[in-house]
């Protein structure tokens, strides 16, 4: 029961927050835009994840913030298998990935607003 309420409940936080895209489609977008792609991974009923969504990325400012530098790609290891052989050991893991399949940079753990932004400043 409780599982079905967090499901719901990030179903309701999608509608409001970052549209998170799939990795196909973000590979897809990459090729017309060049941008970063940004992998979310993450757990349904992850505490951290679930307060990085709503501290983080329901905040429109810094949603904007990350849309204009990268494409939002969400990995939920519930349903779906990471990409390009990569590992994660918790969750949320952030993978910042170029056109090449290349990791530019992993980022651990959930943030506030100011240290991802800080974290995530300087990835080209």
Same mark, same amino acid.
């Given at each position: =029961?409780?599982?079905?309420?967090?499901?719901?409940?990030?179903?309701?936080?999608?509608?409001?927050?970052? #549209?998170?895209?799939?990795?196909?489609?973000?590979?897809? =977008?990459?090729?017309?835009?060049?941008?970063?792609?940004?992998?979310?991974?993450?757990?349904?009923?992850?505490? $951290?994840?679930?307060? =990085?969504?709503?501290?983080?990325?329901?905040?429109?400012?810094?949603?904007?913030?990350?849309?204009?530098?990268?494409?939002?790609?969400?990995?939920?290891?519930?349903?779906?298998?990471? @990409?390009?052989?990569?590992?994660?050991? $918790?969750? @949320?893991?952030?993978?910042?990935?170029? #056109?090449?399949?290349?990791?530019?940079?992993?980022? @651990?753990?959930?943030?506030?607003?100011?240290?991802?932004?800080?974290?995530?400043?300087?990835?080209?």
């Amino acid at each position: =029961m409780n599982k079905i309420i967090i499901y719901i409940l990030l179903g309701l936080v999608s509608l409001y927050g970052a #549209e998170f895209h799939s990795y196909e489609q973000a590979l897809k =977008m990459q090729k017309k835009n060049h941008k970063i792609i940004m992998l979310d991974v993450m757990r349904s009923d992850c505490h $951290f994840c679930i307060q =990085m969504q709503k501290e983080v990325f329901e905040n429109k400012e810094m949603l904007q913030w990350l849309e204009k530098r990268f494409i939002l790609c969400e990995i939920n290891l519930d349903f779906d298998d990471l @990409p390009l052989g990569l590992k994660v050991h $918790f969750t @949320p893991t952030f993978f910042f990935v170029d #056109e090449n399949s290349k990791i530019l940079k992993t980022i @651990p753990g959930s943030w506030n607003i100011q240290d991802f932004k800080d974290l995530t400043r300087n990835i080209k």
